[in-house]
C-alpha cells in the first residue's frame, strides 16, 4: 500500500470519528443549536392491541420484526403532523400522560422510537374521530407502552413529548471502512 494510500485509509475513520466528537463536547446531553426541539410539546395518544402477531412487525419505516429488530414494544405510530414524511423514522421520543389525572400514573413517562405512520381518515374531522388528521399531533401506542404511563380505559389522552437525541458510540461499519479500502486502490 502507498504512503498516500495508507494515511488516507488510516487518517479518514480518525477524522470522521474527531468531527463527530467535536460535535459533542459541552456538558448538555443536547445539543445548543436547538434547545426548542427539546421542549415538552402537546399532542394526544391512543393504543393499539395487536391480536394477531404479525401486527407487530413491519410499520412505515420499514424495520421488519420490532421484537427481532430491538425495538420491542417501546414503539410509536405519528400522526401526519408528526411523522415528516418519514424522516422522523428511528427517532426517539419521551411522552407523559398529562391533564386527566384519573387515568394518568402519575410521575412516569416513557421512551419510544418511531417506527410507524398513523395515516389520516378524512372520513372523519380532525375533531370528530380523525385523530391523526392534520393538524392534530398525535400518538398510537402498544397498548403496553400506554399502560405504563395510563390507565387503558382512558383511550385518547392528553399527552406531553419531546424528542430526545441518545448518545451512541459513532462506529464506522466494516462496509465502510471496505469501501475506502476499494477506493484507495
Request: charged share 15%.
Amino acid at each position: 500500500m502507498s504512503p498516500p494510500a495508507l494515511a488516507l485509509f488510516v487518517l479518514l475513520p480518525l477524522a470522521l470519528a474527531s468531527t463527530a466528537l467535536s460535535h459533542s463536547h459541552s456538558s448538555s446531553p443536547f445539543p445548543t443549536a436547538s434547545p426548542s426541539l427539546y421542549d415538552w410539546n402537546s399532542a394526544r395518544a391512543t393504543y393499539y392491541a395487536a391480536v394477531d402477531p404479525r401486527d407487530k412487525v413491519g410499520g412505515a419505516c420499514g424495520y421488519g420484526d420490532l421484537e427481532k429488530a430491538g425495538y420491542g414494544l417501546a414503539t410509536v405510530g405519528l400522526s401526519e403532523a408528526l411523522f415528516e414524511r418519514g424522516q422522523i423514522c428511528g427517532a426517539c421520543f419521551e411522552v407523559r400522560c398529562v391533564e386527566d389525572m384519573r387515568w394518568c400514573i402519575p410521575g412516569t413517562s416513557i421512551i419510544v422510537t418511531a417506527t410507524n405512520f398513523c395515516p389520516p381518515n378524512y372520513g372523519f374531522t380532525a375533531e370528530g374521530g380523525g385523530h391523526c388528521n392534520s393538524p392534530n399531533k398525535h400518538l398510537v401506542l402498544p397498548i403496553e407502552a400506554f399502560e405504563k404511563i395510563a390507565i387503558w380505559k382512558a383511550g385518547n389522552m392528553a399527552v406531553q413529548y419531546r424528542r430526545l437525541v441518545l448518545r451512541l458510540p459513532i462506529l464506522l461499519p466494516s462496509t465502510l471502512l471496505f469501501h475506502i479500502f476499494i477506493f484507495v486502490f
